[in-house]
C-alpha cells in the first residue's frame, strides 16, 4: 500500500555533498513525520534527521551543523542536503516513513552513501 523510494548516494570525497531524496506513495493520508537512518557496515542503524509535516525537525548530534533535512509535504517527499562529509558518514541510507494514526513505520530499500578519499 505504501512505498518508500530514496536515491541520490554515491562516491564523494571527504568534505564534498550529497543531497539524498526520498518519495511515498500509495497512501499518504496520515503521515506523521518523514525521515533518515543509516546503518553502517557491523553498527546499529540510527537516526540521522527527522522532519514533522509541521516542520520540526530533530537531528544526530553528530551531524549538527553538517546535514539539512527539509520537505514538500504536497508531493509526500523528504530530503537530506550532507554537506562537509566524513569518512564516518558512509552508511547505507534509509529514508523513514511514519504514520502516526497508526504508530507505523515504512522504509526505503536503501540508497549507499560512500566517502572516501
Known amino acids: 500500500q505504501v512505498r518508500v523510494v530514496e536515491f541520490g548516494g554515491g562516491l564523494v570525497q571527504p568534505g564534498g555533498s550529497l543531497r539524498l531524496s526520498c518519495a511515498a506513495s500509495g497512501s499518504s493520508f496520515g503521515i506523521w513525520s518523514m525521515g533518515w537512518y543509516r546503518q553502517a557496515p557491523e553498527k546499529q542503524r540510527e537516526l540521522v534527521a527527522r522532519?514533522?509535516?509541521?516542520?520540526?525537525?530533530d537531528y544526530a548530534d553528530s551531524v549538527k551543523g553538517r546535514f539539512t533535512i527539509s520537505r514538500d509535504n504536497a508531493k509526500n517527499m523528504v530530503f537530506l542536503q550532507m554537506n562537509s562529509l566524513k569518512f564516518e558518514d558512509t552508511a547505507v541510507y534509509y529514508c523513514?516513513?511514519?504514520?502516526?494514526?497508526?504508530?507505523?513505520?515504512?522504509w526505503g530499500q536503501g540508497t549507499q552513501v560512500t566517502v572516501s578519499s
Open positions: 522532519i514533522t509535516t509541521g516542520g520540526n525537525t
Open positions: 523513514n516513513v511514519f504514520y502516526g494514526a497508526t504508530n507505523t513505520n515504512y
